[in-house]
């Protein structure tokens, strides 16, 4: 049975060791198999650097760590960070912790902004839905609805030149809806002409006095014609003829003002929407500054170690942040008649033609048990193999993140800093280095990478749905069972035949007499050795 390595599921979650027995929480050994996925724990590939020294000391050692992993060819990304100040150190609060004060206040102003900016915009879309009903009636059509064809980014506007061509023109005058536009003049118009004048609060005496009006041609000017098509009285005849000529005065009045006031509100809509737009667009980065001032206390797992930390005290002025670390580095073990890293490098790589082997989408990346999907249920195949392109890429956003070779070593190093002012007013800062070794196949830094894209991802997620912005992400997720496995995953890995292995799967599996030695031996002393030293020499160990 496995044992998840946190609450969602996800195995490849958490690498942290206990800081006696240098186990961690999932003994991957165990679990996953090694002809299938690399992912080893060295108990000799853990330590803990702790020191003391002077204002800026420790991350003097971080930026000379980061700057000199570039120098050495590994690949270096922050994968997390947290800040906790006591209010009782005035002047580092008013720098950190109040700035996100400060952000959220200006979060606030500029969704409340956007919110009214919004509902302005409804008020005016309302008025242009009636507008552009009304013109329908009077037979004006849309660009796209006159042409088909039309490609303009204005299709969906009201086509006024039809005015000024004689032939448009008789064409509009036949799709003019009189019948709606008698309709709007009856309820609208007519009805706020008084008690005792309007048709409705008159048609008891004449019953058929609405829809005697509704019948009458536009041509019908006189009384003994009105009578003489409707079979109506003279008086219903004399009242239809001035109502007719009311509607015909209000249709010619109301057609000229009506172009104009959609004109207006069409250029207000677009402004509006343009200034949403960009409300929306301000607001993204300092939502995005926010998000990444992540507060300490802002876990349940947090709290708790605040709750017992030794060092933190309400009381005292002082200030605590881990800032997490991952960085990585091919490893190929060079050895008598084999293949080298030449010839890797000879043979192009055509990220397109990397598809994802079977095993690692259904275990390591949609498994139900222990896959990637579980922490971020958004993940799709589509996304996964485009992420995977763009790692095997020299540009881009993720410049070689992944290469031919099929072992990496990769070093999760934290920096756990605290910086305490006493009472007199002397300063000093504490620092733990805690580098973690994890020698990993190809395809479990692939799922690592993803997991560090979709954090990215999470963070564009987070900014869009609090302004409101829906993200849609078409793609599906694999099913069925796993087949033809060896053949996709020699695919992905880019192994050649040659390439010595035992079991299924394209990787080593024999532990004691070759992954040990040949691995496991030559990553401890070429590449967690000089990472560990170089900390311990500037942090000034063994230096008399």
């Not at 991350?59 to 994968?79: N, P, R």
């Not at 109040?98 to 409804?122: F, H, P, Y």
């Not at 009045?253 to 004109?263: A, E, G, V």
Request: glycine residues 8%.
């Amino acid at each position: 049975m496995l044992v998840v390595s946190d609450e969602n599921g996800y195995i490849l979650g958490d690498f942290s060791r206990n800081k006696v027995t240098g186990e961690t929480k999932v003994n991957f050994r165990k679990e996953l198999p090694l002809d299938r996925a690399w992912c080893l724990t060295p108990f000799e590939g853990h330590v803990r650097i702790n020191f003391t020294g002077p204002i800026g000391s420790s991350s003097g050692i971080y930026y000379s760590l980061v700057f000199q992993l570039g120098k050495w060819e590994y690949v270096v990304q922050k994968a997390s960070e947290f800040l906790e100040v006591s209010p009782v150190h005035g002047t580092y609060y008013q720098l950190t912790a109040k700035q996100k004060e400060d952000l959220e206040t200006r979060i606030k102003s500029g969704l409340a902004s956007a919110s009214q900016a919004v509902a302005d915009m409804e008020l005016l879309m309302h008025d242009l839905r009636k507008y552009r009903e009304f013109l329908r009636y009077m037979g004006y059509r849309t660009k796209k609805e006159l042409n088909p064809s039309y490609k303009g980014s204005d299709g969906d506007d009201m086509d006024f030149s039809v005015d000024s061509d004689e032939k448009k023109r008789k064409d509009k005058e036949k799709n003019t809806d009189n019948h709606s536009l008698k309709a709007v003049f009856v309820d609208q118009v007519d009805m706020h002409t008084g008690e005792g004048i309007s048709m409705r609060s008159i048609v008891s005496r004449w019953p058929t006095l609405i829809t005697d009006f509704m019948r009458m041609e536009d041509k019908e000017l006189k009384p003994e014609d009105i009578m003489k098509a409707l079979d109506v009285s003279k008086a219903e005849a004399v009242v239809l003829l001035t109502k007719n000529k009311l509607y015909q005065e209000w249709k010619r009045l109301f057609l000229t003002q009506l172009k104009d006031r959609y004109i207006r509100i069409e250029e207000l809509v677009r402004s509006r929407k343009a200034s949403i737009n960009q409300y929306r667009e301000w607001l993204k980065p300092v939502i995005a500054r926010h998000n990444m001032l992540e507060e300490g206390l802002g876990t349940p797992e947090r709290r708790a170690m605040f709750r017992t930390n030794p060092i933190w005290a309400e009381g005292q002025a002082l200030s605590f942040s881990i800032v997490t670390l991952w960085t990585w580095k091919d490893f190929l073990s060079p050895e008598i008649f084999k293949g080298g890293a030449e010839d890797y490098a000879k043979k192009p790589v055509l990220p397109a033609e990397k598809p994802i082997d079977r095993w690692t989408l259904d275990n390591l990346i949609f498994g139900k048990k222990w896959g990637l999907i579980n922490k971020h249920n958004w993940i799709t195949l589509e996304w996964c193999q485009e992420k995977l392109n763009q790692f095997h890429q020299v540009t881009g956003p993720t410049p070689g993140w992944l290469t031919r070779k099929p072992y990496y070593s990769f070093f999760e190093i934290a920096l756990e800093k605290g910086n305490v002012r006493l009472p007199a007013g002397d300063e000093l800062e504490d620092g733990v280095f805690d580098v973690n070794l994890i020698v990993m196949s190809k395809n479990v830094l692939f799922v690592k990478l993803l997991e560090l894209e979709a954090k990215k991802e999470e963070l564009n997620r987070y900014v869009d749905s609090l302004l409101g912005l829906r993200r849609e992400t078409p793609g599906s997720v694999p099913g069925g069972p796993a087949k033809d496995v060896w053949r996709n995953m020699r695919k992905f890995t880019g192994m050649f035949p040659f390439q010595l292995f035992k079991g299924r799967g394209p990787y080593e599996r024999d532990f004691e007499d070759r992954i040990t030695k040949y691995y496991l031996a030559p990553i401890a002393g070429d590449r967690y050795g000089p990472i560990t030293g170089l900390i311990k020499k500037r942090a000034g160990f063994g230096v008399k």
